[in-house]
């Protein structure tokens, strides 16, 4: 191999670690993009992450029933109970319901679970707006613990009419044993008194 053969090597050696250090960083950014995506678009069955304003008023479409189903998984190993108070129910696109899940950690310590909700269809998500869920915030539940959850939702009534039922399903998951309480210190005065 002649020498003149060699910056011509190098210069193409340069360039392909260049496409690949270029597409490791394009492989790396597409997660937070995706996410963002997911959640404008309503993608993947994402839901939005926090509750729709309370003032938000949508018309009641009175002449329209959606089913909506519920569904409650926990993830493996996830030592609890997790139900929906009703399977199913009918609604009217724009008027606001609330149903109630019940879960109860079987565990002996205390244990703090999130629950991540999903909409099927995916691209009826963005359609299913929450006013007020316990998925938006951490869950702790002391051993032993249950209780009903509750959760206010709204169809927008500009959900396509070939979405007749819609599926909203939550998987609870474990966010770690919680700690356990700090003590209270009491503060002795010089007038405080110790028996021994």
């Known amino acids: 191999m002649s020498d003149s053969r060699h910056p011509g090597i190098a210069k193409s050696s340069g360039r392909l670690w260049l496409i690949a250090l270029a597409m490791f960083g394009f492989g790396f950014a597409m997660v937070p993009f995706y996410d963002v995506f997911c959640e404008w678009t309503g993608l993947n069955g994402r839901t939005a992450s926090g509750p729709v304003g309370e003032g938000v008023e949508y018309a009641v479409d009175a002449e329209r029933l959606v089913t909506v189903e ?12 997790f139900r929906p108070e ?9 008027q606001a319901y609330t149903t109630r899940f019940y879960a109860r950690n079987r565990d002996a310590d205390a244990m703090i679970g999130h ?26 539940f002391e051993a032993g613990e249950g209780r009903w959850m509750p959760v206010r939702f709204v169809i927008d009534p500009e959900l396509p009419g070939k979405f007749e ?10 966010s ?4 356990p309480p700090k003590a209270k210190l009491e503060v002795l ?8």
């Not at 009703?86 to 724009?94: I, L, W």
């Not at 629950?115 to 702790?140: D, I, M």
């Not at 005065?189 to 021994?196: F, V």
Request: charged share 15%.
């Open 115 to 140: 629950a991540v909700p999903s909409v099927t269809p995916g691209s009826a998500a963005r359609h299913f707006q929450k006013t007020q869920c316990f998925c938006f915030t951490e869950q702790r």
């Open 189 to 196: 005065s010089d007038a405080t008194q110790l028996n021994d």
């Open 70 to 81: 519920f569904i409650a998984n926990i993830n493996q190993n996830l030592p609890w109970d």
């Open 176 to 179: 770690g044993k919680a700690a």
């Open 165 to 174: 039922v819609v599926t909203l399903s939550y998987t609870f998951f474990d």
């Open 86 to 94: 009703v399977a199913r129910m009918q609604v009217h696109p724009g």
